[in-house]
């Protein structure tokens, strides 16, 4: 099957992708099981549930790959229909990427060979064919004017564009792309196709934040019926209205996007389990007066109405509970000192020519969670691996921090277990040292528990050697992490427990994820890959969002001039005051991030002026198994961290006053 389905079914035509009592094995496992749902025309649908529940099968019931063991699927007739595939087919290796998106709807391509054909008979063509031929030829060209095939050039460029593609590589064949940029060419086919339904299985793999974005953007002004498969909570909330849980065989229909579907999940099943309490209730009441009666001649009438009324009632059916990893708690990491990491007029080049990275000034300070956010390519996984020292700097000078214990996991790290070990023993080889009960608890946090640590590595499935080695890493938290798309593998609630667990994380942390609402989250600071250097934003993700948009539009001129009072080009008045308004926007947002950075340090200044004062306690009034020694450096470190905490403050604070 193409890319673009084609699909027509006999009968009356529904107007919706209709499923009607469908029920699928793989196996012996039940993957749906009589589900019935409907996507109305239009409808831009989220399809979640945990990892085999059965999403991509439903993709692929509706695309004809597979037949449901019973039930139907209906489909409009001669459905335009779009599905990317993860894998480029056979035999178009060799055509150029641009053509290739061109060619998306295969109506236009002949529609295109009959309009040249018309056209080279009517040279030599006879009087009374002529007007047949222009005719046909009117009709031709209307169809392709309707399909956008006078278009269809600028649409395709635009979405190549959008998914990252150079213009220079428009014309380089299919074939020379790796596996992630082909994915990213079948996607472009797709969208520019055009479809009635349109299906996409997780499509912000092997994307970057500002593709996504595109993406989000793009597919918002989508007019067909969207069903969308993904773990990405940021396009399920910005493009879904309606959400399907699958799970347990069965497929759920919510009102709202993700988060609205979260929330009335959890409302519904407390509703089904109280009506299912009331049913239990009153059919407990039934049959004990069946029970009671039944022997009784005078009683037989009532005996058999409430036996009828027993089989007439409908089984109240709970949602499945969603099976949670669990809380990760992390254990507090050895203490650093203030700066963790300095890199000084730093380059990598892999082949001495050409340079990824070059003339980096980079200081990395204790505390700081850091996002690295820009288009593949542009050096961030270098960027990390310059960090980490796994590459060798091709000249500048990285110098590393007192008491640094670092933790680097790249973006294979999972791959370095050993296939024989159990879950359990895959952690405690690297904790030789921790407590059973301790190593347990953090297997819990990232979902095993019970006999689930005794399954061996080599049958885990991705996910789950994502979350074990996850376990590994941060067993004996480093106080400086580095993550390579952290997030890859992962359910959504996955997700959201290490979420939760970096976002409390008492270390230093840099990160490269694909995940916008996990850099939302977890991010107090961005940097920007500019090659060849980079871009730093002294603020969480949606400040830098915020500076990337007012940049784009000319609204951000230097702080210096702006306080200098530099002379407003503008003549007009108009223009004038729309400068001056958008000025003033620039010094709010400036103003409100000064002050979250002060609230940040007084609020860590008075945690910190509290222990000391504990501590300081503990000391006046000893007792026999005081640790001395422990305690008077503790002072210290707690007096070198307000310290630190200070003069972020008295910075802040002074930059508000020049603000003012």
Not at 28 to 44: I, K, T, Y
């Amino acid at each position: 099957m193409d890319d673009l389905a084609f699909c027509a079914w006999l009968g009356d035509p529904p107007r919706m992708v209709d499923f009607r009592g469908v029920s699928k094995r793989h196996g012996a496992q039940v993957v749906l099981d009589e589900v019935s749902f409907r996507c109305n025309p239009g409808e831009h649908i989220g399809i979640v549930g945990p990892n085999g529940a059965g999403k991509t099968t439903i993709f692929t019931l509706i695309t004809r790959e597979a037949e449901p063991d019973g039930g139907e699927v209906l489909l409009p007739t001669n459905c335009r229909l779009g599905y990317v595939r993860q894998h480029v087919g056979a035999g178009i290796a060799d055509r150029q990427l641009l053509s290739h998106v061109e060619a998306a709807l295969p109506e236009l391509v002949e529609l295109e060979e009959e309009t040249h054909a018309i056209e080279a008979r009517l040279k030599d063509a006879p009087p009374g064919e002529t007007a047949l031929l222009l005719e046909r030829l009117g009709e031709v060209q209307t169809r392709f004017e309707t399909l956008g095939g006078y278009t269809i050039r600028p649409r395709a460029e635009q979405a190549l564009s959008g998914l990252g593609f150079s213009e220079a590589s428009f014309q380089d064949p299919i074939g020379s792309f790796s596996g992630g940029w082909q994915s990213r060419a079948e996607l472009a086919r797709v969208l520019v196709a055009e479809p009635e339904v349109l299906l996409l299985d997780e499509p912000s793999n092997y994307l970057d934040i500002p593709t996504i974005e595109w993406l989000q953007r793009y597919l918002r002004e989508f007019k067909g019926t969207l069903l969308l498969v993904s773990h990405d909570r940021y396009l399920l909330n910005a493009l879904t209205s309606v959400t399907f849980e699958v799970s347990g065989g069965r497929v759920e229909r919510y009102s709202g996007s993700y988060d609205a579907y979260v929330e009335q999940r959890e409302l519904r099943y407390e509703q089904r389990l109280a009506a299912q309490k009331n049913q239990d209730r009153r059919r407990d009441q039934i049959e004990s007066f069946v029970t009671r009666f039944r022997a009784k001649s005078t009683k037989a009438a009532q005996v058999q109405s409430k036996i009828k009324m027993l089989e007439r009632m409908d089984k109240v059916e709970l949602p499945q509970r969603l099976v949670s990893p669990g809380t990760i708690r992390l254990r507090p990491p050895p203490h650093s000192g203030v700066e963790l990491m300095r890199l000084e007029d730093a380059g990598m080049s892999y082949d001495g020519s050409r340079w990824v990275l070059r003339h980096l000034d980079l200081r990395i300070t204790r505390g700081e969670k850091i996002v690295l956010v820009g288009l593949n390519g542009l050096g961030k996984t270098t960027l990390l691996r310059m960090l980490a020292g796994a590459l060798e700097l091709s000249e500048g000078k990285r110098a590393t921090g007192h008491k640094l214990v670092m933790g680097y996991q790249s973006q294979d790290f999972a791959e370095t277990m050993t296939p024989q070990h159990s879950v359990y023993d895959a952690v405690k080889a690297v904790a030789a040292d921790v407590p059973d009960q301790e190593v347990r608890r953090l297997l819990g946090g990232f979902g095993f528990s019970g006999d689930s640590i005794d399954k061996r590595v080599q049958v885990l499935s991705g996910g789950e050697k994502i979350r074990v080695a996850f376990a590994r890493l941060l067993i004996k938290p480093p106080n400086f992490l580095l993550l390579d798309e952290p997030t890859t593998h992962l359910d959504i609630q996955a997700r959201e427990a290490l979420e939760k667990a970096l976002a409390s994380y008492a270390g230093t942390l840099c990160l490269v994820t694909h995940d916008v609402d996990f850099a939302r989250k977890v991010a107090t600071s961005v940097i920007a890959m500019t090659p060849p250097g980079i871009t730093r934003y002294a603020g969480g993700y949606d400040y830098y969002k915020e500076r990337v948009e007012r940049e784009a539009r000319g609204v951000v001129a230097a702080p210096a001039a702006r306080r200098a009072g530099a002379p407003i080009a503008p003549q007009d008045k108009k223009a004038q005051r729309r400068v001056r308004a958008q000025q003033r926007q620039v010094r709010q947002a400036e103003e409100r991030e000064l002050k979250r950075t002060i609230r940040q340090a007084e609020k860590r200044v008075e945690l910190m002026e509290t222990e000391r004062a504990t501590v300081l306690e503990a000391l006046s009034s000893p007792d026999p198994e005081t640790d001395f020694q422990s305690l008077n450096r503790r002072i210290r470190e707690l007096q070198s961290e307000i310290d630190y905490s200070t003069r972020q403050w008295e910075a802040a604070a002074e930059a508000l006053d020049e603000l003012g």
